[in-house]
């Protein structure tokens, strides 16, 4: 019974940490992302004409 709950919680724990580290990896791409969408847009600021 003991190994079964052992086994249960050690699966969970480390679907725990993978699902942890893809979402940490897709945030820190997503900033990056956004930074130089960001630094594209500043450097074309005085192209648009309104």
Do not use: F, H, P, Q
């Amino acid at each position: 019974m003991n190994e079964k709950i052992y086994r249960t919680m050690s699966g969970a724990g480390v679907c725990s940490l993978v699902i942890g580290i893809i979402t940490l990896t897709t945030g820190i791409a997503a900033g990056v992302l956004m930074i130089i969408s960001g630094v594209r847009l500043l450097k074309r600021k005085s192209d648009i004409l309104i």
